[in-house]
C-alpha cells in the first residue's frame, strides 16, 4: 500500500523566484492537503484540494497557488519567493468519505531553502 | 487565543516507564476531532490515534491512549513502556466540524526524549 509521496526532497531556491513541489496522495485517497511547517513550529495550514477544486484555505498570500490533477495528486506553487519561506512543506491526503476519523496521512516533506 | 496549547517543550522518561504528554484545545464547536502525530528527526508527521469529541470511550492505540476530558478541553497522550525510538517530536492537532475538508490546527509541540 503506498503512501503519501512528496518530490523532491529537498531544494534551494533564491529570493525572487518560483518553486513547484509535487505530491501523491496515499493510495485510494482523494483529498490533498497542504502544509508549511517553519523551523521549531507546528504545522500551518496552507490549502486543500478536492475534486480538482480549492475548498478551504489557511492564512497565506496569493502567492501560494496550487492545483489538484485527476489522478488526484497535486502541486504546490510559490512565486516571487522570500526567505521567510524556508521551511518544511508537508503533503497529508485523505479520504473525504473516510468515516469519522477522516485521518490525514503526511508524506515525508519537502525542505525548501530560500537564499 | 491559541486553539491547540502544548505547554511541555521538552519532556524526558527512562526507557520502559510511561509518559504523559499534555495538550489543551480552544473550540465552541460540539463536533471536532483531536490528533495526535509523532515527528522523527527525518520530518515525516506519522498519525498515531485520534479522538472524537463525541466518543465516550477514551482512544487507545496499543502502546498510546489518549486522556480525554471533554469539560477541561484536555487531550493528552500517555505513551507506556517508551522505548529508545519513541524519541521524536509529538503534535496535537485538531479538525474542528465535520469531515476531512476541515484543516487541521497543530500546537507547538513537545520533544520528547527516552533515556536509556
Known amino acids: 500500500d503506498a503512501g503519501v509521496t512528496q518530490s523532491p526532497t529537498h531544494l534551494i531556491k533564491t529570493r525572487g523566484q518560483q518553486v513547484t513541489l509535487r505530491c501523491s496522495p496515499k493510495?485510494?485517497?482523494?483529498?490533498v492537503s497542504w502544509y508549511q511547517q517553519a523551523l521549531g513550529q507546528g504545522p500551518q495550514f496552507i490549502f486543500q484540494?478536492?475534486?480538482?477544486?480549492?475548498?478551504q484555505r489557511g492564512n497565506f498570500p496569493d502567492r501560494f497557488s496550487g492545483h489538484q490533477f485527476p489522478n488526484y495528486s497535486s502541486e504546490l506553487n510559490v512565486n516571487a519567493l522570500l526567505l521567510g519561506d524556508s521551511a518544511l512543506y508537508l503533503c497529508?491526503?485523505?479520504?473525504?468519505?473516510?468515516?469519522?476519523?477522516?485521518?490525514?496521512?503526511f508524506g515525508p516533506g519537502t525542505r525548501l531553502t530560500v537564499l | 487565543a491559541q486553539k491547540i496549547t502544548q505547554t511541555q517543550p521538552g519532556m524526558f522518561v527512562q526507557e520502559k516507564e510511561a509518559v504523559t504528554l499534555d495538550c489543551t484545545y480552544d473550540?465552541?464547536?460540539?463536533?471536532?476531532?483531536l490528533f495526535w502525530y509523532k515527528q522523527p528527526s527525518s520530518g515525516e508527521m506519522i498519525f498515531l490515534i485520534y479522538?472524537?469529541?463525541?466518543?465516550?470511550q477514551n482512544a487507545t492505540e496499543g502502546r498510546y491512549s489518549l486522556n480525554f476530558q471533554k469539560a477541561r478541553k484536555s487531550a493528552n497522550l500517555v505513551i507506556s513502556a517508551s522505548q529508545l525510538g519513541d524519541s521524536a517530536m509529538y503534535f496535537c492537532?485538531?479538525?474542528?466540524?465535520?469531515?476531512?475538508?476541515?484543516?487541521?490546527?497543530f500546537g507547538s509541540g513537545t520533544r520528547l526524549q527516552v533515556q536509556p
Open positions: 497529508a491526503s485523505s479520504l473525504e468519505r473516510g468515516g469519522s476519523t477522516d485521518t490525514q496521512y
Open positions: 493510495s485510494g485517497h482523494d483529498t
Open positions: 484540494y478536492y475534486e480538482e477544486e480549492e475548498r
Open positions: 473550540t465552541s464547536d460540539q463536533s471536532y476531532g
Open positions: 479522538q472524537g469529541s463525541y466518543d465516550e
Open positions: 492537532a485538531m479538525r474542528e466540524g465535520t469531515k476531512g475538508r476541515r484543516a487541521l490546527t
